[in-house]
């Protein structure tokens, strides 16, 4: 099988479950900024070292590939005619949890907030930070996308709980590697 089908030459590519949509559609950008987040997550992979933070990462990643599966498909062409799911997996209030329960772990162990945090640190604080705003980005296409085409709330929830999970992240890799975090402190100017 070939890579390259050329089918999508002419600025149309096709979503799950058949539907032709052009490539600048809601839906496309939504999906395409799940993908960029992704990547993003994949590259802050690359500077970190903790087993348990790299578990975690893999299990996100994966289920990225599941909130663009979703994204990619009408909630119209959600069923087969035979009553089943088109999609194996779906996120859930599941995977939701999961994100709390591994951000309250990660605050056990770092200071209280006092100022906002300067995106920074060492590199893969800094990749952390660029995949929230990445995240946010595809938050806000779903909710675009929502506002002419149904998108599951949980979808939307994930997104929104996955950017709170990649700031604690940040500064507990932060922390990790002995970096110190930057403050906005607008009376330090």
């Known amino acids: 099988m070939k890579i390259y089908?050329?089918?999508?030459?002419?600025?149309?590519?096709?979503?799950?479950?058949?539907?032709?949509?052009?490539?600048a559609s809601a839906r496309v950008d939504s999906y395409g900024n799940i993908d960029?987040?992704?990547?993003?997550?994949?590259?802050a992979k690359s500077h970190i070292s903790d087993e348990e933070v790299l578990k975690q990462l893999k299990?996100?990643?994966?289920?990225l590939f599941t909130?663009?599966?979703?994204?990619?498909?009408?909630?119209?062409k959600l069923m087969l005619a035979n009553g089943k799911s088109r999609l194996l997996v779906i996120i859930s209030e599941t995977e939701i949890e999961e994100l709390e329960n591994w951000m309250d772990a990660f605050e056990e162990q770092l200071e209280?907030?006092?100022?906002?945090?300067?995106?920074?640190?060492g590199?893969?604080?800094?990749?952390?930070?660029?995949a929230r705003t990445i995240c946010r980005r595809a938050e806000r296409s779903l909710v675009f996308l929502n506002e002419s085409e149904e998108v599951r709330p949980e979808l939307i929830k994930y997104l929104?709980?996955?950017?709170?999970?990649?700031f604690v992240l940040a500064r507990?890799?932060?922390?990790?590697?002995?970096?110190?975090?930057?403050?906005?402190n607008p009376n330090e100017r």
Do not use: C, M
Not at 7 to 17: I, M, R, S
Not at 59 to 63: A, E, G, S, T, V
Not at 123 to 130: D, E, R, V
């Open 123 to 130: 590199q893969a604080a800094t990749f952390l930070h660029a």
């Open 160 to 166: 929104n709980r996955l950017s709170d999970y990649l």
């Open 67 to 76: 909130v663009g599966s979703e994204a990619a498909t009408p909630v119209d």
């Open 112 to 121: 209280p907030l006092q100022y906002f945090i300067l995106p920074g640190g």
């Open 5 to 23: 089908t050329k089918t999508g030459d002419k600025g149309q590519t096709v979503l799950y479950g058949g539907t032709r949509v052009s490539k």
């Open 36 to 43: 960029e987040l992704n990547t993003f997550i994949g590259i």
């Open 172 to 184: 507990y890799i932060s922390k990790l590697n002995n970096e110190p975090e930057e403050y906005w």
């Open 59 to 63: 299990q996100i990643q994966f289920d």
